[in-house]
């Protein structure tokens, strides 16, 4: 097991530098000058200010040596200057992954088990209204857009209902209060856009375990359990869901990224001081090293959830325990 | 009206203002609580020494002093300087500063941090002209700092406004260091009524009340929160809710509607005197179809400027119909209006050989959609009447926009210009000859050229007579009128709203750009 | 048996099951019994026929403006739904909005289809480092956050109509890549493929005429269902102001509409609805053609 890790994180480690290299050439092929970007920012400057800001940034170098650059310095954990904020890019960034992991996490946590349990109350009774309802539920979250969803909540439940606050992640005024206050007051502004964020993952996996519970309902050792005269929580929880976990850990790590998209239009749309929200700023600003360093600490979040998902695939199924890659 | 009474003080042989309110504070507006100023724009950085804009501008008065601030009639309060005088052939001006500021970092402020301020300013803001005619700034003593111009410049006091001159430490920002980009400028120590707690970039600034400031007895709050939120309608919402209590710069007349019709607060028109925002039509005339006036005068005839102010604006904004903002003392009131009228416009077409129609661009800033986007919709719609085809280019970003603009690759755009107090500071850069500078943006990027033009603003620039400065400016503008480089549409509806309990709230003429030292909250929230 | 191509439906029929009809009219019996199924097929077609007429017939520009901004619906005879911020049509709008916004979603899930089946086919069928190799390709898409990925890809070059397509098609290719190797793995040892490559069928040959059309079924099902993701990810882009101001489509009018909606429902309503009425079509036909394809599953 330990071998298979230590093999995971270095894979983990491949995958990511050629993402930061693709991300590179990419961000380099785009038209225009970041230089330009810079001084336009500034409100203009002289030719002879652009070419101090091309070597400040580095910018006069050939490209290869520039992505060589910013490899090693990436090493150092140095993920350069930011162009419109003018502070180091892994700062920003520090300040606002919390907030995006939380609400990532919280939405995950709401999806699945909300999901879960939905799924499993259908599959008890598969021709009831209620397993109808949520086959019909599940392709209505799914096709409904998000940030739709969300601005729809935020003018019911901010404003036609003031019960939850319509955005940011904590009262403006409570910068200095308790950590108690605090947190329930974090926890107070994460219900909506972690509901919202949910609902679409929420349908999957109600579907998922609603499929998979009817699969493992029928299925001979379930049977054995009911005959023996196991109750029907412990025949549903204990052995059923066991078996109905795997393709919802499955389903889970693939959401990952997807989940993390979703964040972007939630954040954008609650105000949520994320990624999300850092990388609009960067992108309406031509921000190239924002936006590579956004890049990469989101793509380092996808390659760490599937590691995770794998790791728990493992425990969950003792079949695949042994095996190998 | 009260601004010739600025200029002519300027004139003076000694102006120097008696210490009035300032300094004693007002026992019945009460001390304490947290005010929470809500903002959809990011900015950079809070150091307005070398960043333009209104994001920066709010949080750096705050932070800064400045040697002077002014009052709702346009005139110059002490501030840091406690007294100053204009010599007589307005050449030099004197300041003599107040002897208890100190910095927040405990350093007392002396005439060395004026002089290497103003200095810095003019070697690094966009605005060149603000101090352009400044040669050097003598300081005989720690309190007294004497500003030498090359020429007369009437805008000088105007432009030692907090929101222009923020008053730096010299031991602090004077380290070598490129201005610019200078990390102080994320953290900044100044010597105003409220001092930096934290600046989250994107998010919020938090400001807290310097025990020390110089004025005794203020300010009157504990804290002031600047927070950035993006999405106008949660912002909306959390003003109605109380979570935010001021939101100042509002330009979209839903919004406006909206707050009028909450109960819970203020809503005014007042604290914008000074920014006078325009927003217009650029030509680039350079570009061959629309180097001809004609063809320009054809498009302002076309454009029905009492639409989008009755109509798409709701009555919000107001008509400006020349390049000098209309509640400016300097607005000429006989300039062209080029009221609607397709007939003529179709005819000047037809004149200027473009009878058949021609096709343009036109370009927008991204961001305030009713100035820019949904007028760039609709000049798509309205020219199509007289056989010209628009095509709309969204720019993602603004950069994208200001490249296109400021490299000349367009030919019409949307944009919104500040008129910054006095003509000399805002107006001028728009229309000189010698401001058609390749890659800046708001510089003279229509790079339109009139030696008369050119003549009368240089005159107009060092005029120290009133009376004699509006002639030329009034001359200025019937020529600009009649050559069109721009196609000025309204002046920006700006309104704040704030909290019913907030007292004091900024109504001066540079609004939530000045020091804030003087709200209160008539009664806990 | 001399060719390989043209007996490979006997084969399909040979190998899948020892019933007389093809399993593709067992699908269509199926998919015809599906009442979902064919709740969505209806309004999916309708949707088509409405866009058809907003394209071709409606002579209306949808851009005029025609009367006050911010008209609520119902109030005006000749403008049913209202109009908008600028006091255009809303009617004329969704009519002329369809068309671009179908057509963004088709032509990006064809984008993804055409990489996706490609280098998954390629990967497939050959093994080996070639696989390895465009795998890892993959797995350097597939951790981008897409979203985040199509934003960064429209605006650092231009938000236009076909490069919003281009960039749906190039962020969401991954999982079809994925899908089609893993039926390719499963394809390529059977008996039948054996047999073409026997009797020296060329590689290309055997990859796109005898394997792929037996791979067809999951496709089409996928192929279906990123049609709906990708008209979704059009809304998304121009929700966040990156949509193409010269382009009539559904999303475009959700986004310029948003800052609006406090004061104005309407304008953000009708073309949410539908967007969500169309990606809810697409994913009925989706899921029915899942059931038709996989037997298996029919009873759940």
Known sequence: MTAYIIRRIFYGILLMAGVVVLNFFLIRLAPGDPAEVIAGEMGGATKEMMDSIRATYGLDKPVLTQLWIYLSNMLQGDLGQSYFFNRPVTELIGLRIWPTILLVIAAQVLAVTIGVAMGVFAARKPNSILSGFVTVFATIGYAVPVFWMGIMLVILLASIFPVFPVQGMLDARLHSADWLTKTIDILYHLALPAFTLAIIYLAIYARLARASMLDVLGADYVRTARAKGASEGSVLFKHALRNAALPIITVAGLQFGGLISGALLVETVFNWPGMGTLAFDAILRRDYTTILGVLFFASLMVVIANLITDLSYRLADPRIRTGGA | ?525 | MTDPATSAPDLLQGTGSAEAQSPLREAWRMFRRNIPALVGTAILFVIIIVTIYGSFLYTGDPYDIVWAPHEPPGVTPEFPLGTDYLGRDLIAGLLVGGGPTLVVGASAAALTMLIGVSIGATSGYFGGWIDNLLMRFTEFFQVLPALLFAMVLVTLFSPSLTMIAIAIGVVSWPQTARLTRAEFLKIKNLEYVTAARAIGAKNGRIMWRVILPNALPPLIVSATLTVGVAILFEAGLSFLGLGDPNTMSWGLMIGSNREYILQAWWPVTFPGLAIFLTVFAVSLIGDGLNDAFNPKLRER
């Open chain 2, 1 to 525: 009206m009260s601004f010739h009474t600025l200029l002519r003080g300027a004139a003076a042989v000694a102006l120097s203002a008696a210490i009035s309110a300032p300094a004693l504070a007002d026992d019945h507006e009460k001390s304490g609580g947290t005010l929470v100023i809500a903002s959809t724009q990011v900015p950079r950085h809070l150091n307005g020494a070398v960043q333009s804009g209104t994001a920066t501008a709010v949080p750096s008065t705050q932070i800064f002093a400045s040697p002077l601030r002014y009052d709702e009639n346009w005139q110059p309060q002490p501030y840091l300087a406690k007294t100053w005088e204009v010599s007589d052939d307005g050449l030099s001006v004197t300041l003599n500063l107040v002897d208890n500021a100190t910095f927040h970092d405990g350093t007392p402020v002396t005439s060395e941090d004026v002089a290497f301020s103003i200095m810095t300013v003019k070697a690094n803001h966009p605005f060149t002209s603000m101090f352009d005619p400044v040669e050097k700034i003598d300081t005989p003593d720690p309190h007294t700092a004497i500003i030498r111009l090359s020429k007369p410049h009437p805008a000088l006091l105007l432009a030692l406004s907090p929101a222009l001159a923020p008053i730096m430490p010299k031991h602090v920002y004077g380290d070598g260091q490129d201005a610019k980009s200078h990390p102080a400028n994320s953290a900044p120590v100044g010597s105003g009524p409220f001092k930096l707690v934290s600046f989250t970039q994107g998010e919020s600034v938090v400001l807290a009340k310097n025990e020390n400031f110089f004025l005794e007895g203020y300010p009157k709050l504990d804290e002031i929160i600047i927070r950035v939120i993006k999405d106008t309608n949660s912002l909306l919402i959390a003003l109605e809710n109380g979570e935010v209590d001021m939101y100042p710069f509002i330009a979209s007349s839903t919004e406006i509607g909206r707050v009028e019709k909450a109960d819970n607060l203020t809503v005014t028109r007042e604290g914008y005197a000074a920014v006078g925002a325009i927003n217009w039509l650029a030509f680039n005339t350079k570009s061959e179809k629309l180097s001809d006036p004609k063809v320009r005068q054809a498009i302002a005839y076309a454009v029905d400027r009492n639409f989008i102010v009755k109509a798409l604006h709701r009555g919000f904004s107001s008509p400006q119909r020349g390049p000098i903002i209309e509640s400016s003392p300097f607005f000429h009131d006989g300039v062209e209006a080029y009221n609607v009228d397709l007939d003529k416009a179709k005819a000047l077409m037809a004149e200027a050989g473009f009878g058949d129609g021609m096709d343009l661009t036109v370009d927008y800033i991204p961001g305030p959609a009713e100035q820019q986007k949904n007028i760039a919709e609709y000049l798509k719609s309205q020219l199509k009447k007289i056989g010209i085809n628009v095509e709309v280019r969204a720019a993602p970003d603004f950069p994208t926009w200001a490249k296109r603009i400021s490299t000349y690759d367009f030919e019409l755009t949307m944009d919104i210009v500040f008129n910054w107090g006095d003509p000399v500071i805002g107006v001028h850069r728009s229309y000189l000859c010698s401001n058609i500078r390749e890659g800046v943006i708001w510089s003279n990027t229509q790079q339109y050229c009139n030696e008369k033009v050119d003549e009368i603003l240089s005159a107009a620039a060092v005029e120290l007579d009133q009376d004699k400065r509006k002639a030329l400016y009034a001359e200025f503008q019937t020529i600009v009128a009649g050559d069109l480089p721009l196609y000025w549409i309204n002046s920006l509806p700006y309104h704040t709203a704030h909290n019913k309990k907030l007292g004091n709230a900024p109504t001066g003429i540079w609004g939530a750009m000045h020091p804030l030292d003087r709200v209160y909250w008539k009664e806990t929230k």
